[in-house]
């Protein structure tokens, strides 16, 4: 017998089965409908957002979209894990190629900015389900993320550690200071959008500037 999580392991919402391998048609129009979606959130927001407005602009009926995805929700999960991906496979080998930990910190926070700089639909498309998108209980689902808190402070606690380590930098505590920092990348969007002389170059060196300070870094 079964059990009920194993179950659910192996069948999806809409009662299709998970081992099936998608074919490179299927990745391609799931990835065109994610496309479309973070369009759609971005420009109109979270609750104008549907099949219907994906569909009408991609010229597909709705029934192709709940083919891919079985609701409005499983497709909202993946434009967010989609753009995470992304963010992290621009981020991780820009930051992984510096040598000290206040080089790999000053990489990391470079890469981190430049990817919100270039990629303002997608991330306008997150912040519009991050603070829109519910679970159950009322709980913001994406607050922090696809995989939630972790995920987005312990890239920075392990540079912080290993600056430490090597006496790069201060004696603080490693998680604050991560909260820190993320708030600080986290918060650039939004003064983007209310700050007419807003200028992402200063914001980026200005920032790694801060945080070397805050670090007790004599910089990279």
Known sequence: MIGRSAYYQN??????????????????????????????????GYAQTSFARVAERLGISKSVISYHFGSKDELLEQ?????????????????EAAGSAPARLAAFLRANLEYIRDHSQQIAAVAEIASNARARDGAPRFAAGPGGVEQTLTPLQEILRRGQAAGDFADFDTRTMAWSIRTLVDSVPRWQRLDPEFDFGTCIDELIALVSRATGSAGP
């Open 11 to 44: 069948v999806r919402s809409d009662n299709r089965p998970a081992v099936r391998r998608r074919t490179f048609t299927e990745e391609a129009r799931r990835a065109q409908i994610i496309a479309c979606a973070i369009d759609v959130l971005a420009e109109l």
């Open 79 to 95: 434009v967010v894990r989609s753009v995470y991906a992304a963010g992290a496979q621009y981020i991780r080998p820009r930051a």
